[in-house]
Protein backbone atom coordinates (compact mmCIF):
# COMPACT_ATOMS: atom_id res chain seq x y z
CA UNK A 1 0.00 0.00 0.00
CA UNK A 2 2.69 2.40 0.84
CA UNK A 3 4.74 2.03 -2.16
CA UNK A 4 1.29 2.87 -4.27
CA UNK A 5 1.14 6.03 -2.60
CA UNK A 6 -2.34 6.58 -1.23
CA UNK A 7 -1.00 7.68 2.17
CA UNK A 8 -3.28 10.59 3.09
CA UNK A 9 -5.72 10.23 0.78
CA UNK A 10 -8.78 10.86 1.78
CA UNK A 11 -12.56 10.31 0.83
CA UNK A 12 -15.38 12.52 2.32
CA UNK A 13 -14.79 12.16 6.60
CA UNK A 14 -11.77 8.96 5.88
CA UNK A 15 -8.72 9.23 5.04
CA UNK A 16 -5.78 6.99 4.97
CA UNK A 17 -3.11 7.31 7.61
CA UNK A 18 0.13 9.14 6.81
CA UNK A 19 2.51 6.49 9.09
CA UNK A 20 1.20 2.97 8.55
CA UNK A 21 -1.13 3.42 5.38
CA UNK A 22 -2.92 0.79 5.98
CA UNK A 23 -4.92 2.16 8.32
CA UNK A 24 -7.62 4.21 8.15
CA UNK A 25 -8.90 7.47 9.82
CA UNK A 26 -12.08 9.09 11.00
CA UNK A 27 -11.69 12.56 10.73
CA UNK A 28 -14.83 13.27 12.72
CA UNK A 29 -17.03 12.92 9.93
CA UNK A 30 -16.33 9.58 8.42
CA UNK A 31 -19.81 8.11 7.12
CA UNK A 32 -19.69 4.12 6.79
CA UNK A 33 -19.77 5.01 2.85
CA UNK A 34 -16.39 7.00 2.76
CA UNK A 35 -14.50 4.30 4.21
CA UNK A 36 -15.79 1.70 2.42
CA UNK A 37 -15.03 4.16 -1.03
CA UNK A 38 -11.37 4.59 0.74
CA UNK A 39 -10.88 0.57 1.04
CA UNK A 40 -12.25 0.34 -2.77
CA UNK A 41 -9.94 3.06 -3.54
CA UNK A 42 -6.60 1.34 -1.78
CA UNK A 43 -7.19 -1.72 -3.64
CA UNK A 44 -7.89 -0.09 -7.21
CA UNK A 45 -4.35 1.64 -6.72
CA UNK A 46 -2.49 -1.13 -5.87
CA UNK A 47 -3.88 -3.64 -8.27
CA UNK A 48 -3.42 -1.45 -10.96
CA UNK A 49 0.64 -0.28 -9.48
CA UNK A 50 1.28 -3.82 -8.24
CA UNK A 51 -0.61 -6.11 -9.87
CA UNK A 52 -1.50 -7.63 -6.62
CA UNK A 53 -5.14 -7.74 -5.50
CA UNK A 54 -5.75 -6.98 -1.91
CA UNK A 55 -8.24 -9.10 0.44
CA UNK A 56 -9.97 -7.11 2.68
CA UNK A 57 -9.69 -8.43 6.56
CA UNK A 58 -12.87 -6.73 8.06
CA UNK A 59 -15.90 -7.93 6.56
CA UNK A 60 -18.67 -5.22 5.47
CA UNK A 61 -22.01 -5.79 6.35
CA UNK A 62 -25.16 -3.74 5.86
CA UNK A 63 -25.66 -1.27 2.91
CA UNK A 64 -22.98 1.33 3.01
Do not use: H, W, Y
Request: proline share 5%.
Amino acid sequence: IQASGPKGTRSGGAETSTVPANFIVNTGNASASDIEALILLMQETVQRDSGIALQREVQIVGEP
